[in-house]
Structure formats: C-alpha cells, structure tokens
C-alpha cells in the first residue's frame, strides 16, 4: 500500500494570501488527484495532476485559482490562491495504481480569515 | 450525473452491536470504494468491490455489491470505540473503475457507546 504524507496537515492563513500544500508519496504511482471537503460536506474532486503537463481541472475548478504541479511521479502541491474564508476546508491529496486500491493522504486543514 | 446516497447520516450504537451502512447509486456502480474518516483528518481505505455480487471482509468489517451493482453496503459486526468515525462511500466515475477520479456519498457519522 502506498504511504502519502502531505504537508502541513493544518494552517491559518489571512484572506488575500496563498498557501501551498505539498503531497508526497512514498512509491510512484500513475495517477495523484486533489481533493476538497469543504466544512460538512464530502468530497469533491478539484483536479488530476498529471506528470509533467498541466493538470486536468474539473467543473468549477480553475488553473489561476488551484495551480497545480506535478514534477514526478511521487510528489505534486496544490496552491490555493488569493484565498477567502469560502477555501476554508481539508484539502486530501490522493494518489494510485489503477489497481484496486486509491489512497488518500491525512489532509490539510485551511481556515481563512 | 451520478450521486451516492448513503444512509443512514448518523447512527449511534451500543458496543458490541452489529450495524449496516448503505451506499445506493441511480447508476450501475463501476468500482466501490469504502473508506473511514476521523473528523478532520485523513481517508483510511477499507475496501473496493467491483464485481456484482461480490463481498469482502477486513477484520469485523463486511462490504458487498449486489448483483445489480447499484447498492454496496458496509456491515460492522460488534461494534467497538474504535470503530467511530465518518464511513465514506466513493465510486468511480465515467465507467471506469481505473481512471481514479470518484464521486462521493455525503457519509455516514457513527458513533459507538462504551
């Protein structure tokens, strides 16, 4: 099973600024995705994070607000920018094989203020 | 386009009690995932199921796909503390159970009384 450690697992940031958020896996792995859970909700897919090209952005979701990086196939960030307390939420970071199993990591917790 | 429902939201569970957590799609399910989720953190994968009919276990925890392959449900057999936590059903979208990308259930909170 593959090990996915994000970082940082929480952080408090003031409205108008950019924090990025680092998944790091400890095997390759074909496909890594980004995921938000906004307060009470469940998850929803932000974006694939493809390797060596420009992530793949689902409905609601835009490259200039969640600009994504995958450098290899073991690690890839999320950047949430401009933020507003409506990005308060976990961000998980997902990652694996095509084979069965799809792993998450411990999520970062963002509150904005 | 494809939503999970799941029931029920919350349970509350004397320990030692048996309960079932169920997972229904409008549409054929190609790939089901359960996971568990303490508040806050992290998706702790349980299992996957794709075939219809198709059941597995994990210690005193049971999930299975009917043979439609529009409901899952996770069975928990005497239930303990640790058992606490939000219950995720995911699946695959697009056909695909490779392509990585699910759709979630809303969860189901349970908790376990001492």
């Known amino acids: 099973s593959a090990v996915i450690s994000q970082k940082p697992s929480r952080d408090i940031c003031q409205r108008g600024t950019s924090l990025t958020i680092q998944c790091q896996v400890d095997?390759?792995?074909?496909?890594m995705f980004w995921y938000r859970q906004q307060p009470g909700q469940s998850l929803t897919l932000i974006a694939t994070?493809?390797?060596?090209?420009?992530?793949?952005?689902e409905s609601g979701f835009v490259i200039d607000k969640f600009p994504i990086s995958r450098p290899n196939l073991t690690f890839s960030t999320l950047t949430v920018s401009n933020m507003s307390p409506e990005d308060s939420s976990i961000y998980l970071c997902?990652?694996?094989?095509?084979?069965?199993?799809?792993?998450f990591g411990s999520g970062t917790q963002l509150s904005v203020l | 386009s494809q939503e999970l429902e799941q029931s029920p939201q919350s349970l509350i569970v004397q320990e030692g009690k048996n309960l079932t957590i169920n997972c229904t799609s409008s549409?054929?399910?190609?790939?089901l995932y359960w996971y568990k989720q303490k508040y806050g953190e992290g998706l702790i994968f349980l299992m996957m199921?794709?075939?219809?009919?198709e059941e597995k276990s994990h210690e005193k925890i049971t999930a299975k796909l009917d043979e439609k392959k529009q409901q899952s449900s996770l069975h928990i057999t005497a239930s303990q503390p640790s058992h606490a936590g939000i219950y995720l059903c995911?699946?695959?979208?697009?056909?695909?159970?490779?392509?990585?990308?699910?759709?979630f259930g809303q969860g189901t909170t349970l908790q376990v009384k001492p």
């Open positions: 997902s990652a694996g094989t095509g084979r069965e199993k799809l792993f």
């Open positions: 095997s390759q792995v074909t496909m």
């Open positions: 994070a493809n390797q060596g090209s420009e992530a793949t952005y």
């Open positions: 549409k054929t399910l190609y790939g």
């Open positions: 199921l794709q075939k219809g009919g």
């Open positions: 995911g699946a695959a979208r697009h056909g695909s159970s490779n392509t990585g990308k699910l759709i």
